[in-house]
Structures are given as C-alpha cells and as structure tokens.
C-alpha cells in the first residue's frame, strides 16, 4: 500500500521559513518523480515544485521560484520542501503527491498524481 505522510507545517510570521517533510513507502521512492502541490481555501489546486528520481532536476512554479527548495533523501525515503520568505499567500494546505509537473490541461486536477499524503496545513500571518 503507498503511503505519503507529511509533517512540518504550522503558523509563521511572513518573511519566516518552514520544511515540510514527506515520508514515502510502499513504493520505489528513488525511482518515482514527486511533487508539492497546495491548496488554498476556495482557491484551485496548485502545482508548487517536483524532483526527479534522484534529487538532480527540480523544477518550481514561477510563483514560489528563489524561495522555496525542494529536495529528497532515497535512504530514507523522504521528499522535502524548504520554504523561506512566506507571503500570506503562501497559507494553504500542502500535499506530498507522487507524480511530476502536470501538463496545463492537468493543471488543478488531484488525478495527474497518483498518490496523495493527507497534508500539512502552512499559515503565514502576522
């Protein structure tokens, strides 16, 4: 059974930072493109960065570029999302998916991944 269990999240001031952690199992971890994706409230699902099998190429939605970092351990099976210089509209839910970035037709669509953790809220007020 795949599992995505995510921790880290919490209230931050903004300009402040977090990292999310993701831990993976019941799959090839280091053979499998991951994903952060977020939600806001009453917002669409948003793409936010993905990393290929072995932490090499990643790639950031032009919205959280130069802030947020994304990384992985395969040892432990665990997928990262460092978050530095929060905004407010950074607040949302974020997920650890199994898949990579989606094509724009897949943009907001839970589907493109095919594994979801249950999420980590992060709020960002002052």
């Known amino acids: 059974e795949v599992q995505l269990v995510e921790s880290g999240g919490g209230l931050v001031q903004p300009g402040g930072s977090l990292t999310l952690s993701c831990a993976a199992g019941?799959?090839?971890?280091?053979?499998?493109?991951m994903s952060w994706v977020r939600q806001a409230p009453e917002k669409e699902l948003e793409w936010v960065s993905s990393?290929?099998?072995?932490?090499?190429?990643?790639n950031y939605a032009d919205s959280v570029k130069g802030r947020f970092t994304i990384s992985r351990d395969n040892a432990k099976n665990t997928l990262y999302l460092k978050l530095n210089n929060l905004k407010t509209e950074d607040t949302a839910m974020y997920y650890c998916?199994?898949?990579?970035?989606?094509?724009?037709?897949?943009?907001?669509?839970?589907?493109?991944?095919?594994?979801w953790g249950q999420g980590t809220q992060v709020t960002v007020s002052s």
């Open positions: 019941g799959f090839t971890f280091s053979s499998s493109i």
């Open positions: 990393i290929n099998g072995d932490g090499s190429v990643p």
């Open positions: 998916a199994r898949g990579g970035r989606p094509p724009a037709s897949y943009a907001a669509d839970r589907r493109w991944w095919t594994a």
